[in-house]
């Protein structure tokens, strides 16, 4: 897709380039557990986008496109804060998975 393309149909190049974390070779618990909380910050942000989309920025200091490539990053950092925080459980169980995973193929 072109910028244009991209700004026309409300996508920023910041949200075309978002992607989830990716498993691959997982060596030890530690890199488990953040591959986990990584999934699960994104996960949440992914779920609090929709709350953010009807608002309006008011002017004169809003709205535009930088106001959408910011709301969508701070959107994304708020999931990674309550991914840190203990977020709502879906860490715990990607992790349990990896491991499984893991083990079953050695």
Known sequence: MEAQD???SGITA???NRVPPQLGKVDNAAQAAKIAQDFEAFFLGQMLQPMFEGLEAAPPFGGGHAEKIWRTMMVDEM?????KAGGIGIADSVQREILRLQEAQQ
């Open 14 to 16: 910041f949200q075309a």
């Open 6 to 8: 991209l700004i026309n």
């Open 79 to 83: 999931g990674k804060a309550m991914a």
